[in-house]
């Protein structure tokens, strides 16, 4: 699949995932991966939330997870709250697991990867916000 870019695309992978996995999440309110996840999950989407840091813990009502390769269920999207560097990793991890659309949030976006996923044919939108998106594209 390409880069995604057109709203009608991105409302399709929108209406069409079940599972969300959350890359970099904070237990911080006033942090966007914790406000647009608590928007996201509003949604009916299923959280799985990814960050060393918080393993064990609980966000969101969510168990924290070290990996994205801990998760127990298939993935549908890969939302990334990470530097740009750092996605590399992410990716790969990702790649490992399984997942049909990896989304970079805002200040998130590494062309390499894009590229390189886009061209192993995942589904890749960046420089949207998830929590924007399901807002405008998505009835609740």
Avoid: H
């Avoid at 699949?1 to 309110?29: F, H, R, W, Y």
């Avoid at 991966?33 to 840091?53: I, L, T």
């Amino acid at each position: 699949m390409p880069i995604l870019t057109k709203d009608e695309e991105i409302k399709e992978v929108l209406q069409n995932s079940k599972t969300v996995a959350v890359i970099g999440i904070s237990n911080d309110p006033s942090k966007p991966s914790y406000f647009v996840s608590e928007v996201v999950k509003s949604y009916g989407f299923k959280m799985y939330f990814v960050n060393p840091k918080y393993e064990g813990q609980e966000i969101l009502g969510e168990k924290v997870y070290k990996s994205i390769l801990d998760i127990p269920d298939e993935i549908d999207i890969v939302d990334v709250f990470r530097r740009p560097a750092d996605v590399v990793f992410t990716a790969e991890e990702a790649l490992k697991k399984g997942f049909k659309t990896f989304w970079f949030q805002p200040g998130t976006y590494n062309p390499e990867v894009a590229e390189k996923l886009s061209n192993l044919g995942y589904n890749v939108i960046y420089d949207r916000c998830m929590k924007v998106e399901c807002q405008r594209l998505l009835k609740k």
